[in-house]
């Protein structure tokens, strides 16, 4: 989010699951935290305190199932 949009999640998702085919995330997911973040640090630094800690955390932690970004390994055939 750091230009101000969210990216992928590829990066992440590669360093995590290695070679995979992968379908991005809904931006609908994470779009209610940034804009919070957005509303409660306007023209201030970055700071997570109170409830905006426990709600990324909840976002995170994906109880609910919500992130919808599919993960599929890929290899190549052996001896290529």
Same mark, same amino acid.
């Given at each position: 989010?750091?230009?101000?949009?969210?990216? !992928?999640?590829?990066? &992440?998702?590669?360093?995590?699951?290695? !070679?995979?085919?992968? %379908?991005?995330?809904s931006k609908t997911i994470i779009h209610p935290f940034l804009e919070s973040l957005s509303s409660a640090n306007e023209g201030?630094? #970055?700071?997570? %305190?109170?409830? #905006? !800690?426990? $709600? #990324?955390?909840?976002?995170? $932690? $994906? !109880?609910?199932?919500?992130? $919808?970004? %599919? &993960?599929? *390994? &890929?290899?190549? *055939? *052996?001896? #290529?």
């Amino acid at each position: 989010y750091a230009q101000g949009k969210v990216g !992928s999640g590829f990066d &992440v998702s590669a360093a995590v699951y290695g !070679s995979h085919v992968y %379908t991005r995330f809904s931006k609908t997911i994470i779009h209610p935290f940034l804009e919070s973040l957005s509303s409660a640090n306007e023209g201030e630094a #970055l700071q997570l %305190t109170g409830t #905006l !800690s426990r $709600d #990324l955390v909840r976002l995170v $932690d $994906d !109880s609910d199932r919500a992130w $919808d970004c %599919t &993960v599929h *390994p &890929v290899a190549l *055939p *052996p001896g #290529l």
